[in-house]
């Protein structure tokens, strides 16, 4: 069961640690350099690599993984989970991400060009494998406090995850309220990612919608600040 939900930002994809009385689990793990940084947090719950159970897989984009392959290295005994047609990319076959001939002339702007650079020196290129990820079970959703959506497009197996009894959801990509390729000056909102990112676009909005149309309150997103709905309209979630 979880007690507590800590969202992290990281330096350019976020994370997400749930913290339970038999260990923590973890959302998403960030780039490959990000790897110490999700031990950092694992630490400010309390936590050590080796009370970590499940790393729950949003989607299997290097910027979410990478950081699994070091995590597993101190934490052997933790699951990989992710939606099914996410295994394999997850495992290191036929990822689903953006190339630089799709980004194309994206990359002659500063920003896109900036982020592209960043994320090279995160780890962004490395090939990552998993091979110990696996389709997330019935069973496995029994043991935890969260509840899997198929929500496809951004990649295949884009999953998002409900917590705390509907009223908190983990977007993956699905929902962004942020990007390093948007400018810093625009203010955070959740909204589809670019859908240059997006294996299939016109499924990637789809879902997009069905999750904002969904009865969370608080969205916790792959990339930008936590938000919260409130009568107002969407404002961040303050820490
Ligand atoms: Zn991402």
Redesign the pocket.
């Known amino acids: 069961m979880t007690d507590e939900v800590t969202f992290v930002e990281g330096p350019a ?1 976020n994370w997400i640690v749930l913290t339970g009385s038999d260990g923590v689990d973890l959302i998403d793990a960030g780039y490959p350099d990000d790897a110490p940084l999700v031990v950092e947090s694992l630490a400010a719950v309390g936590a050590a690599l080796g009370d970590l159970r499940r790393i729950w897989v949003t989607h299997a ?1 290097t ?2 993984i990478g950081g699994i392959p070091e995590l597993l290295r101190g934490a052997p005994q933790a699951v990989v989970l992710t939606g099914r047609a996410d295994v394999e990319p997850t495992r290191g076959i036929g990822r689903e991400q953006v190339t630089v001939a799709k980004l194309g002339a994206r990359l002659l702007r500063p920003l896109w060009f900036r982020w592209a650079l960043s994320a090279a020196r995160a780890g962004g290129l490395r090939d990552i494998a998993v091979p110990t990820a696996r389709a997330l079970t019935a069973a496995d959703v029994a043991g935890s406090a969260l509840e899997p959506i198929e929500v496809p497009g951004h990649t295949d197996g884009s999953t998002a995850f409900v917590l705390d009894h509907g009223a908190v959801v983990a977007t993956g ?1 699905v929902i962004v309220t942020h990007h390093p390729t948007l400018p810093r000056r625009q203010p955070p909102r959740p909204q589809a990612i670019d859908a240059v990112f997006s294996h299939d676009p016109g499924l990637a909005r789809d879902a997009s919608l069905t999750l904002l149309g969904s009865t969370a309150t608080v969205v916790l997103p ?2 930008g600040p936590a938000m919260a709905r409130t009568l107002q309209g969407w404002e961040l979630l303050e820490g």
Do not use: L, Q, R
Request: charged content about 30%.
């Open positions: 994809s984009h910027d979410h990509d792959g990339h």
